[in-house]
């Protein structure tokens, strides 16, 4: 139980145009998800803290007007980036929480490799 | 806030050999501790956690982590490495807020 999918796997797109990446609890409903980059060899940043039916949160940095995020159902969260630009290529990794064990915990999707030219 | 350090970017260790990647958090409250471990070009899979109880905990393929509250530190440890174990671990904490921060990773490279 408690798997995540993601949706590309990966995309290549041209500057200026908008990438949709979904992320998907398949077997739990999830209120909350969270949406993660990873620049090569280096750790998970967080995003931004997605909440069904409400406007996201984003972490400090992050312009949410590039990084469009929309929850808009228990089992489904996308982020859409706005206008790419090459620097926005990385690694987007969501995640899922889910109670468990009496706290809140996170599983995660397998990744979204986004390049762009 | 809090934090997370892994000590070493990179460990090589022999095929078979013992190993211990090491992780030190900062919390003023009770934290929850994660280790995650990440195969190339894929997403974070769970390895153990400590919520709370006993110190000690026993995760998937064979490793292990203890919860060191005095030394503020969950080192992850495993008695005999595998080739298959060469990836990207991470230790992560949530304290309170449902959010993880992550630790910058530590590579294990397992050497034949």
């Known amino acids: 139980g408690a798997v995540v999918s993601q949706h590309p796997s990966w995309v290549i797109c041209k500057s200026g145009t908008s990438v949709k990446i979904e992320c998907r609890s398949l077997d739990f409903q999830a209120t909350t998800m969270f949406w993660y980059r990873q620049f090569p060899k280096q750790s998970l940043m967080l995003m931004a803290t997605s909440n069904e039916g409400s406007k996201a949160t984003y972490e400090q940095g992050v312009e949410k007007d590039k990084f469009l995020i929309n929850h808009a159902s228990l089992t489904l969260s996308t982020l859409t980036v706005t206008s790419a630009h090459p620097e926005d290529s990385s690694f987007y990794i969501c995640?899922?929480?889910?109670?468990?064990?009496?706290?809140?915990?996170?599983?995660f999707g397998p990744g979204t490799r986004l390049t762009v030219t | 806030a809090q934090s997370v350090t892994q000590l070493d970017s990179q460990v090589p260790v022999f095929e078979e050999a013992p190993v211990e990647l090491r992780c030190n958090y900062s919390s003023s409250v009770s934290v929850y501790l994660f280790w995650y471990v990440q195969y190339p070009n894929q997403g974070l899979q769970l390895l153990l956690k400590y919520l709370s109880g006993s110190t000690l905990v026993k995760g998937i393929n064979g490793f292990e982590a203890e919860f060191n509250k005095s030394q503020t530190s969950f080192h992850l440890r495993k008695p005999s490495v595998h080739i298959s174990d060469t990836a990207e671990y991470f230790c992560a904490v949530e304290a309170g807020t449902y959010k993880y921060i992550f630790g910058t990773g530590t590579r294990l490279k397992v050497l034949a």
């Open positions: 995640s899922a929480a889910r109670l468990a064990d009496s706290s809140y915990e996170q599983y």
